[in-house]
């Protein structure tokens, strides 16, 4: 039974935290992860390096377990998130396309996966047997120890002989939610107008993650705390890591500084709505632009709804904002996903003066407070 190896594994190393996403050759494992470890089941790769960065950030140990070919999606967020600020991450990767491979579409970016890792400099092992799987412990220590995404790239082999797994399914019922959102109006407030609100509002036990760009410079030029986490990188992921934080953090508050252009790009939404984390409040600035890079239009503007979305995702506590009274009605009754109307256009905030380094390492020691 290989798969026990490896929940031994983790075990040991103190993994207390598996971001899952299947492959058809390790669902065994995938079946057993979740009867010895906290599993956050995945929409998309890449929102996974975002949860674990978080999680590791607010003190917890965690991994992913992922198919070889969703490093594709995750290569982004592994270097502008987890190498910018040195966080660890060792992932678990079904290595398809080299192994009695019958899919041929699994061949062209998984078969030369080695050497794509050489070329972005993020360490490897390739497991082979089950015998090889007991070093799976060199590869997570070495990860934590060396703070950088460190792939075990485990071949089909592994799990042989396959064993079949179970699958039992509860009964399927239409979700119950609120198909109505009341709300939409006038904007009476710019993207920094809401930032300012939101970094009053919070006290001193409560984290902020804010996303790239222009948002983090505006929350640094509003308040700057120990508590803020400031991006620099990875376009995306700032709901993932305020999900990892939240459940790393039980005890504190956590508000996710996001907006209509990342949000729309991002398949979280739905992880969060399954974790269903009550410390954690999703502010989304939507003022209907890629604010960053020059306000053009997103399809936030006159087609989609963030608020509707994030209904149609499972999040049952939503509301939609349009002036500062209301979102600080809205933080006060710990709404999970607050909706907020804003009218294009960036203040001229200056960079933020701090290193990844500093950033995280002030962030993670309020964590611990």
Known sequence: ??????????????????????????????????????????AREEDGVGICAGAYLGGRRPVMSIQSSGLGNMLNALMSLSRVYDLPLPILASWRGVYQEAICAQIPFNEPLPRVLDVYGIPYRIFSSGEDLIHLDEVIADAYANRTPYVALIKPSCWEPQEPVEIVYPPRESPARTLSLPGYGKPTMKRLDAIRVVAEYADADTVIVSNIGVPSKELYASKDREGNFYMLGSYMQASAIGLGCSLALPHKRVIVIDGDGSLLGSAVLPVVAAAGCSNLTIAALDNGTFGSTGNQMSPAYATADLGFLALGAGITSVERVCSADDLRDALDRRTQFVHVLLAPGNSASPNIPLSPAEIRDRFMQFCKM
């Open 1 to 42: 039974m290989n798969e026990e190896i490896v929940l031994r594994v983790l075990a040991e190393q103190g993994i207390d935290l598996v971001a899952s996403l299947p492959c058809d050759k390790n669902k065994r494992l995938t079946a057993l992860l979740p009867t010895k470890f906290p599993v956050i089941d995945l």
